[in-house]
């Protein structure tokens, strides 16, 4: 596969032997092998922390060089939720914290995708990480915490004044259009707290997180949403769709029920 013995004693973490290799002047310790990981990054993936300090007080070691999917140390450490190799890298002026990988994941990205608070507060006590930066899709790092049902990470990304909470993606869909989508309560809650949320924007097709909620039967977070004045209850999609009709289609029976209850909303309207 291409791996040395120095590479092979990174990755399962065997200090005393990766210290002996690196006292042979005919050793590269920043030789990459399989899919181009390199000593550093195998000890860094495995939260080999001793390998690491090891590796990285060489001055021939790149503590920022990728592999084949463009995954650094820093990024690998990240992925498995390996915090004290994190934080060793972190401390490094010569590791970038914002360097994509080939599917264009920054290390804050995957570590919002995967629940891990610790890492997140980490990752923005550097100055140098944008907690507002979007991806590729255009979804920022809220977007995936709201998605993903992540509530620690929302009440920790909602606390920057950089963050917009009620920023769209490319499709038109904010942080509360995924959390009503995918019907976490609690996260629609804390966004409709805010007065610099819409709670009736629609996405490129005009479905509402209200429309979302009333397809999936999230009667929680319908109900939350018709007791706003600024919720349109009859706001239909571009194809004319209300969210009566999704419930209806989707045999929502507790939705229906609330739709056509009189709101502080309907009153509104009228």
């Known amino acids: ?60 070691v790149d503590p920022d060089k990728p592999g084949e999917d463009g995954g650094t140390p820093l990024l690998q450490a990240v992925c498995n939720g390996h915090e004290g190799v994190v934080k060793l890298l972190l401390a490094r002026d010569d590791v970038n914290p914002n360097k994509p990988d080939g599917d264009g994941q920054t290390p804050l990205f995957r570590a919002v995708y ?42 920790i990304l909602l606390e920057r004044d950089e963050v917009d909470p009620d920023k769209p993606d490319r499709d038109g869909q ?28 629609p996405d490129k097709y005009g479905q509402t997180p209200l429309w979302w909620a009333a397809y999936h039967g999230h009667e929680g977070i319908v109900k939350m949403l018709l007791e706003r004045d600024d919720v349109s209850p009859d706001k239909p999609d571009s194809q004319g769709r209300v969210p009566l009709w999704c419930a209806a289609k989707s045999g929502h029976a507790g939705v229906i029920a609330l739709l056509q209850r009189p709101t502080s909303a309907t009153h509104h309207m009228a």
């Open 1 to 60: 596969m291409g791996n040395t013995p120095l590479a092979w004693a990174a990755e399962s973490g065997h200090e005393e032997v990766v210290r002996e290799l690196l006292g042979r002047d005919d050793i590269d310790p920043d030789k990459p092998g399989e899919d181009d990981q390199t000593p550093l990054c195998l000890a860094a993936c495995n939260g080999n922390e001793g390998v690491v300090k090891i590796l990285l007080v060489r001055d021939d």
């Open 174 to 201: 904010t942080p509360l259009w995924w959390a009503a989508y995918h019907g976490h309560e609690g996260i629609v809650k804390i966004l409709l707290q805010r007065d610099d949320v819409s709670p009736d924007g």
């Open 114 to 155: 995967d629940g891990r608070e610790g890492i997140v507060k980490m990752l923005l006590q550097r100055d140098d990480v944008s907690p507002d930066k979007p991806e590729e899709c255009g979804r920022t790092p809220l977007c995936y915490a709201a998605c993903y049902a992540h509530e620690g990470i929302v009440k």
